[in-house]
């Protein structure tokens, strides 16, 4: 049911733009651990604060018109590793070296396609 009313949505999405129907492929949580850096200068010199933090990103791969496409993005309310399974229709094209990803009732979100190869 939720493949089905996902299909109707990206169905009516399609005639709005040039997104054309594709295939998720694959979904991966590539979130990576990192750090802040800040640094205060006081009058007796500088200190510098360094704080764990993770960067929330997903790696996404969609098959487009024979073709295997992969993206990672950054985790945000349009999207999140949690919202595309492995066989779900998502509306995407392709601008440049960006991947463009269109999920119903969100805005289009964009990455730099890190591989590409035929669709197996």
Known sequence: MKHAISLLLLCTFAFASDFKTARVVEVKDASELGASVDTDTKADGKTTTITPSIAYRCEVTVALD????TAIYPSSKHL???DLVA???VLAKIEGNKLALQLPGSKPV?????SHGTAK
């Open 87 to 89: 066989g779900d229709a």
């Open 110 to 114: 964009k990455a730099k396609i890190i």
């Open 66 to 69: 024979g073709v295997n496409y």
């Open 80 to 82: 999140n590793t949690t």
